[in-house]
């Protein structure tokens, strides 16, 4: 059961432009989102963060936002550059998930120089 | 400060043999998560761990699998009479506290089983 869902596998963008990466997810209880950096033969590196309290969080080029009704999430990244070059994932918890995460299963983002 | 520290990266087992996955979290951190992704999966929580307890094991299959987070030493990951669909990425994660999300994450033990 894929409570957690990223419809695109990958995504290409050119340099210095806006990547959108989308995530949807079922469990209207979850409350806390994160995003994960993945590369090759690495681990997941933590990136951004939001909570159902907020509808937008911002770190530098990262911003998350968040729909509670539509039940989704969305990363931008501003203005896009090689080194974004992975792969990322979107997961979620919440209060009836114990301490798990649900992770979606990544979308595969390229930027071409 | 090392990160989260997983051992081997990779692992090569035969059908039937025994797996061990070794994770040493960062300093500090007493609380580890394994998760495991299967080919063109997310990433599937399977066990949480504290000093000597298991916490949260509702992720781990019932059989052939165990965790364990001694007081000394690595938390391990062992399969048993492994199969060729344990062949997977298994990542360990670690945090100072309970409800910390901020997980750090190891660089994962690929698992192939022949």
């Known amino acids: 059961d894929q409570q957690v869902k990223q419809n695109s596998p990958s995504l290409s963008v050119q340099e210095g432009r806006i990547s959108i990466l989308n995530c949807d997810y079922t469990n209207s209880m979850f409350d806390y989102f994160l995003w994960y950096k993945k590369y090759p033969a690495e681990g997941p590196t933590f990136l951004i963060s939001?909570?159902?309290?907020?509808d937008k969080n911002e770190d530098g080029r990262f911003t998350v936002f968040l729909n509670k009704s539509a039940k989704h999430l969305s990363l931008h990244i501003v203005p896009s550059q090689p080194g974004d070059s992975a792969v990322y994932f979107c997961?979620?918890?919440?209060?009836?998930?114990?301490?798990?995460?649900?992770f979606g299963t990544g979308t595969s983002l390229t930027v071409i120089p | 400060n090392a990160g989260v520290m997983q051992n081997p990266r990779h692992l090569v087992r035969r059908r039937g043999q025994e797996a061990r996955l070794r994770c040493s979290p960062m300093k500090g951190h007493s609380h580890v998560y394994w998760y495991r992704q299967l080919p063109e999966e997310g990433l599937k929580f399977m066990v949480y761990l504290q000093k000597e307890n298991i916490i949260d094991e509702s992720g781990m299959p019932k059989e052939r699998f165990s965790a364990e987070f001694p007081k000394e030493g690595p938390s391990i990951l062992r399969i048993q009479q492994v199969v060729r669909g344990d062949s997977a990425a298994y990542f360990c994660?670690?945090?100072?506290?309970?409800?910390?999300?901020?997980?750090?994450f190891g660089s994962g033990t690929r698992l192939t089983v022949v």
């Open positions: 997961a979620a918890s919440g209060p009836n998930t114990g301490n798990q995460f649900y």
């Open positions: 994660a670690s945090s100072p506290f309970q409800g910390d999300y901020g997980y750090t």
């Open positions: 939001i909570s159902s309290i907020k």
